[in-house]
């Protein structure tokens, strides 16, 4: 038997040129020119240089609306809380750090309001370096959205912290959230506290 000739494949075909390089049956570019224009197209698209972030963002003008909106809505909830009246979560007064909480249950809105000595007060020093008196009077005045405000008067105490709690009459709706105005000699904060 003879030995099998090594430079042609089975078949009897070789893929090898005479100059012995491969030669290859493929082209691309004569594929392209028989082909459909869609097919030319996606080949055209075929490893382009893909458009960046914000080109990509505004490619269409449904999605240049979309990210114009939400940018629009995250700088609303930025701004809006500068434009409310008063203070959310509480503030400084004479001194102290006062936070309020309100809660509703059975027709009555309970407050709490707590008093701490401001960090680096230097013990109930107020804005003007004066310390407020132990034995001034906090003056409170805590309305319900849309209703009358009712009056209380509290001792202001040492220079430790404390707990202050009122109640308001309420009604047998729950409100959103109730004004407290407190007043410390001239001085005065408002609060808008969230109703729980």
Known sequence: MSEPDKESPPGGVSPQGESGSVGLRYSRARRLERADPEVRWLASRYGAKKPGFLKA??????????FVTILALALAFIVMPLFEGGSRGGG???????????LYFEGRILVV?????????GGGAG??????APDAMLRVLARVEGGAGKAFEFPLGGE??????LALEAGEAKPKSVLVALGLGER??????PVK
Do not use: I
């Not at 963002?57 to 979309?66: D, M």
């Not at 309001?113 to 007060?121: D, P, V």
């Not at 430790?160 to 709690?165: F, I, K, L, P, T």
């Open 188 to 193: 005065t904060l408002e609060l808008r506290v």
């Open 57 to 66: 963002l505004f490619a269409t003008r449904s999605s240049g609306l979309l």
């Open 160 to 165: 430790g912290g404390a707990e202050y709690r």
């Open 127 to 132: 804005p003007e370096g004066r310390a407020a």
């Open 113 to 121: 309001l707590k008093r701490a000595a401001a960090a680096g007060s």
């Open 92 to 102: 400084s007064l004479g001194g102290a750090r006062f936070t309020a909480d309100a």
